[in-house]
């Protein structure tokens, strides 16, 4: 199913773009890197479609394939700045060095420009993220004084960097495991447990109810309960903000979705799916907590059920074995290991075994995740889109949906609903 909805030409993307990015860590730092030496022409914006992919806006293979920057209204790369918060980091240049994502020789041109982009001190709590000490917290205590203070340093952050609009894209920490409770159901409960330091709100949700009421898009990329609630949509909603989640599809849950799609196309069995990772970089640190490992678990077993529709197809995919493990391992830093067994089954029974040992940079995929979520929830919002956007559940591994139906998890089909709908956009450009 291609997903739809009504579109209007997009106003100019002129002026400045402010990205404010809570969390200044391995993925954030990666990311104002990279655009920075793109600005400067150092080394072309690889792995995002925004600034590399083409877009078929014809009907034969003799039409005409345009990048899709040339498509679509989006902001140009010399148009962004950057800002955010951090508990531990005191300025992108020293988020980059201890992230060890890029070698020295890399950073070294952009040193100043990184070092000058110095993040807000952060609303923090350990009990959401015990493996980290916050440095650099917010002094609010209440919660509903926090989510001010952060809407104050969005404005001042518009105003002193003379952005023309913003969007808030979530890089911090994976967040402990939670559940929806009663404070989560209606913007006017969610704002009544901001008042009463209600424990059921974590620090992300803080930062989303404050982006929404700034009216500024956001998108989640972590698997924290954060936009996927009632009170959100329904904030979103009433403020006109577009809004994504969740959780940036990576490393190996990107795997799950290319190749499941072809199992299932072939209509051969699946009989068990063991993944585990090791990862040795601040995220790693802190899904060593079992609570915060709980989180993305979830995030990563909803991808083969969506797939591979076992109540559709129960001889085929009815007894699934799914095994998701995450190890700390410090030497490895942010170079991720992802380690598949797949075992399938075919004619008359027969098994066979598919193995995939995916050693991948983290913060090298993620960062051109961020860039195209960037880049389209401003365009949705110029184009007057709010709430969900389901289009954009390609970039996510828990996509969230805008109504009742499940999101797709395929990733060829989430390309198509991501193409038809920028299609759409280029053809109201006019």
């Not at 531990?88 to 994502?101: C, D, H, K, Y």
């Not at 903000?241 to 795997?255: L, N, S």
């Not at 991808?303 to 490895?332: F, K, Q, T």
Request: negative net charge; hydrophobic residues 45%.
């Amino acid at each position: 199913m291609v997903w739809r909805m009504a579109l209007r030409p997009p106003a100019p993307a002129s002026g400045r773009l402010g990205v404010l990015l809570p969390g200044l860590g391995a993925v954030a730092s990666t990311f104002i890197a990279g655009v920075l030496a793109a600005r400067r022409g150092l080394m072309p914006p690889i792995g995002s479609l925004t600034q590399m992919a083409r877009l078929g806006v014809g009907s034969t293979p003799d039409d005409r394939q345009p990048l899709i920057r040339d498509s679509v209204s989006l902001a140009s790369l010399d148009d962004l700045v950057f800002g955010g918060w951090d508990p531990i980091t005191t300025n992108a240049l020293e988020a980059a060095r201890t992230a060890g994502v890029l070698a020295p020789h890399d950073l070294a041109p952009l040193a100043d420009e990184l070092e000058a982009i110095v993040p807000m001190p952060a609303v923090f709590d350990t009990r959401w993220v015990s493996r980290l000490e916050g440095r650099r917290v917010k002094p609010e205590a209440s919660k509903w004084a926090q989510a001010q203070a952060l809407i104050d340093d969005i404005a001042r952050f518009r105003d002193g960097q003379r952005c023309d609009r913003l969007v808030m894209i979530w890089c911090g920490s994976t967040e402990a495991y939670q559940a929806p409770s009663a404070v989560h159901d209606s913007v006017a409960a969610f704002e009544a447990g901001l008042r009463a330091d209600d424990p059921n709100i974590s620090p992300s949700q803080i930062y989303a109810y404050a982006a929404l009421r700034s009216g500024v898009p956001y998108a989640n990329g972590a698997p924290n309960l954060s936009i996927d609630l009632p009170c959100m949509t329904e904030l979103a909603a009433r403020e006109g903000v577009p809004v994504a989640g969740k959780d940036f599809k990576t490393g190996q849950t990107w795997m799950k979705t290319l190749l499941a799609p072809g199992i299932k196309a072939r209509m051969l069995g699946l009989r068990g799916w063991y993944s585990t990772n090791i990862l040795g970089n601040r995220d790693g640190e802190v899904l060593d907590a079992p609570e915060n490992f709980k989180a993305k678990e979830v995030s990563k077993l909803g991808v083969l059920d969506a797939i591979l529709e076992p109540s559709v197809y129960p001889d085929l995919y009815g007894h699934i074995d799914h095994v998701v493990r995450i190890n700390y391992y410090p030497p490895r830093g942010d170079n991720k290991e992802g380690w598949d067994n797949i075992d399938i089954f075919g004619w008359l029974g027969y098994p066979m075994q598919i193995k995939v040992d995916f050693l991948c940079r983290d913060s090298i995929l993620a960062a051109p995740i961020v860039l195209d979520l960037v880049l389209l929830l401003d365009l949705a919002h110029r184009a007057g889109a709010s709430g969900v956007q389901e289009w954009l559940g390609f970039y996510l591994k828990a996509p969230q949906a805008a109504g009742a139906q499940s999101a797709d998890h395929d990733l060829f089909r989430q390309l198509a609903t991501l193409q038809d709908t920028l299609r759409g956009w280029a053809g109201a450009r006019g």
